[in-house]
């Protein structure tokens, strides 16, 4: 791609109405290039819908985008429980493809590091030992990346500041962030459900058998399953957060 088009659909302003009528693909491109002064070239330019949860219209037009316009590029960002709990959501099943996006693996984090050469040094190696100086490098990494964690802003902002306490409040932010996603996307009797499961979390990944177990979340709240195919995403995203 040459050319990215972002949109945000929280701030979109005016943007925004283009799917409260008609979502035929060649009018939405011709009104999306007038109004962001942008010229929008089939297999030249990146469309980016962010935070589309908030526009179910624009979530159902992908399904026309894929089947009139394939020519143009799409890619939509967003909540996933957002967009799973809007009811007046028409999903484009079968018309869109899934990224499946994961935090830094160990192997990432070093490589984010500058530290390359030393992944080849370890795939290279032909002996059972690394010498000490390898090892010794390797666990400083290592217990850095059990604190860090493999979420980008964590790492980023390691980088860029090297202090551990910068960092801890970039982690704290992105569980502040779940949580108010929670209340954004449901009702309240749902999200206090949620958070329950939520905060649940980290003392059932704690024990030695990790399966997670409903029915000590809180005493009394038995039929959690009620809501368990809301939540069930929840559960694996903080599993791979690798927040320790």
């Known amino acids: 791609m040459e050319d990215v088009l972002y949109i945000n659909f929280e701030n979109a302003g005016n943007i925004a109405s283009l799917f409260e009528g008609n979502i035929q693909p060649n009018r939405i491109i011709e009104y999306l290039s007038a ?44 909540s996933l429980l957002g967009v799973f709990l809007h009811d007046e959501v028409s999903f484009p099943v079968g018309k869109v493809d899934f990224l499946e996006l994961q935090p ?4 990432e984090f070093l490589i984010a590091n ?12 032909k002996i059972e030992q690394l010498p000490d100086l390898v090892t ?8 850095k990346y059990f ?33 108010r996603d929670f209340s954004k996307h449901t009702d309240s009797s749902v999200a206090t459900k949620i958070q329950y499961v939520w905060n649940s979390i980290p003392s059932q990944l704690a024990k030695e058998n990790r399966k997670f177990i409903y029915g000590v979340i ?22 791979i957060l690798n927040l320790i």
């Open 35 to 78: 109004l962001n002064h942008k010229k929008i070239e089939p297999e030249k330019t990146l469309i980016i819908f962010d935070e589309i949860q908030e526009l179910p219209r624009a979530l159902t037009s992908l399904k026309y985008f894929a089947e009139e316009t394939p020519e143009y590029a799409i890619c939509c960002a967003g």
């Open 147 to 179: 604190v860090i964690g493999g979420m980008p802003s964590a790492i980023k902002v390691w980088l860029e500041e090297k202090d551990f306490e910068i960092v801890e409040k970039v982690q704290k932010n992105i569980l502040e962030a779940y949580e």
């Open 136 to 143: 010794d490098k390797l666990k400083d990494y290592l217990k």
């Open 104 to 107: 830094l693996d160990f192997e």
């Open 218 to 239: 809180k005493d009394g709240r038995r039929k959690m399953y009620e809501i368990y195919s809301k939540i069930m995403h929840i559960i694996n995203l903080f599993s």
């Open 114 to 125: 500058g530290e390359e050469a030393l992944i080849d040094v370890i795939k290279e190696n």
